[in-house]
């Protein structure tokens, strides 16, 4: 017997037989699986969180470090700053292999698709979440067809050599082209596209950044700040702070939101500051992609104004978002590295960027509990310990060609 259902979030219905990556029952509304167990948290890395629809894993995959800051509590002048890091950092046993949050999230993923009989993906990528599917695609033999924009290609690594399942299909254009042109994949192909925000096994891998938190802290913090791009991690953590809240042992008020972009890409913090629920088509200009620094935060196509989404996240958690420069997000990478002593992502720079304006501004309190989400680093010290490997894709193509592309991979897929 199952130990979850799903549940629309739009008509409130349970929805019997359906598969996560596929679910969306109501338009406009996201499907979230809920619970029928207790919170139980076991010492056994992310399998022993019961709340993950997964029934029998497999895959060996690390967990985050949550640790009480000292050097950067102290520059910031924050007594109770909690810091959830997604990485590589031996010295604190954090062993994620891609660097990356998105690897518990991939994990969660496949195995969640392996128990549905689901035997392949395709999947759109802005970097990580590709880096960690071409990762898990090597070690557990599921095969994947990834796309990512050529701008990211730079970030594609793999740690093994030879005997990779994964095929790249690399598109001249930005993150929204790749998923447009990964869902043609899939109709062409037959493989089905993974899903994106609208999969709920995705946003608990994602979510289980909280609970491996309020393992450590014993309670749910009183502010949550992460970088967003497409907005399913954080949406991923506000779930998992709803579940935490009715079983009332970790705390009975969520946490404040804190969410950051990097300027001049900024669609939510824009339609938030309108208190809109709708992105303008002129805040989310191709143009403005090419100014940032941090590509993983580039959707065009963010979960904002869905039910369950980021506007509704801040309305509930009377949230805030912030908007950072590429000078203030160098400028936090280097300030974590030195008061931290690890080497950090773009986006977890910009997050910090987002809570040192937060600390200027006077929007936390210096003895507030606060849980900063590093969503991705040590790249720098594990490829001091182990040889990476540049992707070879199988196509690099500019958008208009796109026909050729799906003409071209369904020859080599026969093949």
Known sequence: MSHFVLRCRGCGRILKDSYCAFCEHCKGSLVITEYTEPFKKEDKGLWGF????????????????????????????????????????????????????????????????????????????????????????????????????????????????????????????????????SKRISEITGMPFEGGVKNPA????????????????????????????????????????????????????LPRFHLVQNLPFVPMLRAW???????????????????????????????????GGIYDILETTEGQMYGVTNDEIYSSMELFAESEGIDIVPAGGAALAGLRQAVRYELVGNEDLILLHITGGGEERYKRDFRTYPVKPLFISKRSQKEEIEEALCTHLRS
């Not at 891998?205 to 791009?229: C, D, N, T």
């Not at 200009?285 to 904002?304: C, F, H, M, Q």
């Open 273 to 307: 500051q309108r208190r809109s629920r709708e992105i303008s088509p002129e805040d989310v200009d191709p143009a403005l992609i090419e100014k940032i620094s941090t590509r993983v935060l580039s959707s065009r196509y963010p979960a904002y104004s869905v039910k």
């Open 202 to 253: 995705k946003r608990d891998g994602l979510g289980s950044v909280l609970l491996s938190a309020v393992r450590v802290i014993g309670r749910l913090p009183e502010h949550y700040f992460q970088a967003v791009g497409s907005g399913a991690g954080a949406i991923g953590v506000y779930e998992m702070a709803e579940r935490l809240i009715r079983e009332r042992r970790f705390g009975t008020k």
């Open 50 to 181: 019961n709340w993950l629809p997964v029934h029998h894993p497999s895959i060996h995959v690390g967990t985050p470090v949550v640790y009480k800051s000292e050097g950067l509590s102290e520059k910031l002048g924050l007594k109770n700053l909690y810091i959830v890091f997604s990485g590589y950092w031996p010295e604190r046993n954090c062993l994620l292999r891609t660097c990356t949050f998105k690897e518990i999230e991939v994990a969660t993923v496949i195995e969640n698709a392996k128990e549905n009989r689901i035997n392949g993906f395709v999947v759109a990528s802005a970097g990580n979440t590709a880096r960690a599917f071409a990762y898990f695609s090597v070690i557990t033999g599921f095969p994947v067809i990834i796309v990512v924009p050529l701008a990211c290609l730079k970030e594609m690594w793999y740690v093994h050599e030879n005997g990779n399942p994964a095929t790249f299909v690399v598109i001249d254009g930005d993150y929204a082209d790749a998923i447009d042109l």
